[in-house]
């Protein structure tokens, strides 16, 4: 049974930091490209960052790029997502989602599996 479980949200206060994580079970994580996306209140699920499954190549929603950023580490079958500057903005539930052999790819329809959230306030 595939299992993707997020962890590391909370209340920041804007400017602030925080470190997602995401392990993942039950899949071959290695051959699995991994994304984050997030969803505020009242509106769609929003792709974040992503990063593929072979050359590890990293893709930004604009919104993000220069303050996330996502990396892996195969042998703890775990996706991180570094926030930094983080603004009242960024306020929303977290996910993370697998997508085998996967480029990394900003449809959410991609991706095969997803995490239950974690969720992330920003205050100002």
């Known amino acids: 049974q595939v299992q993707l479980v997020e962890s590391g949200g909370g209340l920041v206060q804007a400017g602030g930091s925080l470190r997602l994580s995401c392990a993942a079970s039950?899949?071959?994580?290695?051959?699995?490209?991994m994304g984050w996306f997030r969803q505020a209140p009242g509106k769609e699920r929003e792709f974040v960052a992503a990063?593929?499954?072979?050359?590890?190549?990293?893709n930004y929603a604009d919104s993000v790029k220069g303050r996330f950023t996502i990396s892996r580490d195969n042998a703890k079958n775990t996706v991180y997502l570094q926030m930094n500057s983080l603004n009242p903005e960024d306020t929303a539930i977290y996910y993370c989602?697998?997508?085998?052999?996967?480029?990394?790819?900003?449809?959410?329809?991609?991706?095969?599996?997803w995490g239950q959230g974690t969720q992330v306030t920003v205050s100002s």
């Open positions: 989602a697998a997508d085998l052999l996967g480029p990394g790819a900003r449809g959410l329809h991609e991706y095969d599996y």
């Open positions: 990063i593929s499954w072979s050359t590890h190549s990293t």
């Open positions: 039950g899949l071959g994580f290695s051959n699995y490209a």
